[in-house]
């Protein structure tokens, strides 16, 4: 459908597309109890029904948005190239030629959604690549070691699209500048991007009761360089995760649509803010980048090794300097321990991470196999993640959505 749009561009059609891209479409199944929550088609129209997402294959980001509006006729072939794909039903395809109805679907793999509108207006389907209304901006960062896993794992994730290379806009910060380089596609192109470098080294050593990697000084620096970006200014929210984190961004726009607004961080793990998946709100990270000097205390302490080891209040890692520093500041937190992360050190101490119980991410997967595995499984466990989502009470219309707003 894109490429006959495309093709037909000279026809009246006016198409804004990002030059120097290229696109694909992905189908997904989705189950009966999903496409009932999530589709409506005035017109009593039924039957199964499937999403479409449009995938951007771009080096630096995934595109927002682009529309294509044409002439009768172009609705009529959109209608039969749809059901020749078998995209929808055939008389899904009759519903949006003469009811005028709407597909929409909201993202479990952090793609943006095709929709597929018929405009009575203009006598056309206009089909549109855009955020569902409400759904929340996100920039998504990593810290790369340049050397082991992390740069084959970020490569081969780069390659697919997904982790923090399905937000609407990422950046990966390293010691240096490296070049991430991904598997070539069938074509035989590669996408590449460059590391942003913080400078210093990335060598840690471990401390505290847990034996923790005394990080904070290298995530300060990392802070620092975020905010002389000031990438986070453009989007909603700010998220930091781990190479070896399998994140799902479309999951949480869906879980950030009803969070507090202000200056206010996601809390994942009942022991505290942990490191794989850390949410900040563009207020927060404001808040944080106006004020570093008063985080300087908490500094002190998580760098301090001169303690008994079962002192927790010293010598511990760049989350909970993150926490402490953000409560310094003022900064309120959510609590989203049933939908934001499963990871081993909040819980799953036996080290098997269930990654089909329906949250946003799950922690640690070093291996690119095992990271695919569990990824997959939770794209499969969509169902789980919506009926969580539907039980929630201050997930439904008309919640309150303070979700244990902490001061």
Known sequence: ILAQAWQQRDRGLAARLPAGMSYQVVLQEMPPPLAHDQHNFPGGTSGSLRSVAAVSTAEQRPFRRMSFFGSSSWEAQVAKAIAALGLLAGALAVALGSHGGQLSALSNIGGDFLMVRPNEE???VGIEVSRSPGQASLWCFSLMLPFGYEPSLLAAQLSRGVGIFGCSEYSIFSNDTYTLRSKPSAD??????????????LDVKLGGKWGTAMN???????WAAVFLLGKFKRHDWTVKADPDTVFLPGRL?????????????????????HGPLEVLSKQAVQVYADNPAKCDGVRDAAMDTTHPLDDEDHAFGEDQFL????????VRHVNEFDFLLSEKACGFWSGHVPCGDGKVAFHPFKDEKQYFECFSTAVAAAPTWVSAMAS???????GSGEGGLTA
Not at 323 to 330: F, V
């Open 122 to 124: 203009r006598g056309s």
């Open 188 to 201: 035989g192109r590669s996408k590449e991007l460059i590391t942003l470098p913080i400078g210093g080294t």
């Open 216 to 222: 904070t000084d290298i995530f300060i620096r990392v």
């Open 253 to 273: 726009q869906q879980l950030l649509a009803l969070e507090p607004r202000g200056a206010v961080y996601v809390n994942n793990c009942k022991f505290g803010l």
């Open 323 to 330: 926490r402490e520093c953000l409560a310094q500041l003022g």
């Open 392 to 398: 929630s009470p201050r997930h439904v219309e008309g």
